[in-house]
T-cell receptor, first 114, second 112 residues
Framework: DQQVKQNSPSLSVQEGRISILNCDYT??????FLWYKKYPAEGPTFLIS?????DKNEDGRFTVFLNKSAKHLSLHIVPSQPGDSAVYFC?????????????FGKGTRLSVIA | DGGITQSPKYLFRKEGQNVTLSCEQN?????MYWYRQDPGQGLRLIYY???????QKGDIAEGYSVSREKKESFPLTVTSAQKNPTAFYLC???????????FGSGTQLSVL
């Protein structure tokens, strides 16, 4: 049973426009969420995170929004650039519930078209 | 430079053979993890270790084994019992339980 779901396998966006990647989770114990970016044949790199005490976290062009009641988070990239083309993974952890490893979604492949 | 080193980059396994993937980190991280990536499957947890000489099974541990004799090293053995070993294997480490993971560059394992 998937606890972290990324329902869009792929997304195409024009350069300069906004990219919105979505993630849903089912485990109400999750209280820490992260986004990772991955290029082919490389390891994922950390992008941005948010804890459940916040509903928004911003870092440059990247903003993550958390809606706890809907168990939904989204990553906004503005403006999108061709170098943003990669697979983005959403991950979650029940940090306050003990030692639980991150649970990852299946990823969304973002293509930014010049 | 601190980081996580996985070797080899590419590995081929023959039928019935055990192979070991290396993972070394010099970040002084306590916790280390092994994930497997298959196309369209995301990252699935194989094993993890939060302290030396201790490790736990993840979601897909069958057919794999690990050891954690040193803080810096967490090798993964893909045994002959793993019937579908072809995948991209990622090692990661973190200083805490839910801190951001630092990943190695991965090992692509294929079956001959």
């Amino acid at each position: 049973d998937q606890q972290v779901k990324q329902n869009s396998p792929s997304l195409s966006v024009q350069e300069g426009r906004i990219s919105i990647l979505n993630c849903d989770y089912t485990n109400s114990m999750f209280d820490y969420f992260l986004w990772y970016k991955k290029y082919p044949a490389e390891g994922p790199t950390f992008l941005i995170s948010i804890s459940s005490i916040k509903d928004k976290n911003e870092d440059g062009r990247f903003t993550v929004f958390l809606n706890k009641s809907a168990k939904h988070l989204s990553l906004h990239i503005v403006p999108s650039q061709p170098g943003d083309s990669a697979v983005y993974f959403c991950a979650a952890s029940a940090w306050n519930s003990g030692n639980t490893p991150l649970v990852f979604g299946k990823g969304t492949r973002l293509s930014v078209i010049a | 430079d601190g980081g996580i080193t996985q070797s080899p980059k590419y590995l081929f396994r023959k039928e019935g053979q055990n192979v070991t993937l290396s993972c070394e980190q010099n970040l002084n991280h306590d916790a280390m993890y092994w994930y497997r990536q298959d196309p369209g499957q995301g990252l699935r947890l194989i094993y993890y270790s939060q302290i030396v000489n201790d490790f736990q099974k993840g979601d897909i541990a069958e057919g794999y084994s690990v050891s954690r004799e040193k803080k810096e090293s967490f090798p993964l053995t893909v045994t002959s019992a793993q019937k579908n070993p072809t995948a991209f294997y990622l090692c990661a480490s973190t200083v805490g339980q839910a801190e951001k993971l630092f990943f190695g560059s991965g090992t692509q394992l294929s079956v001959l």
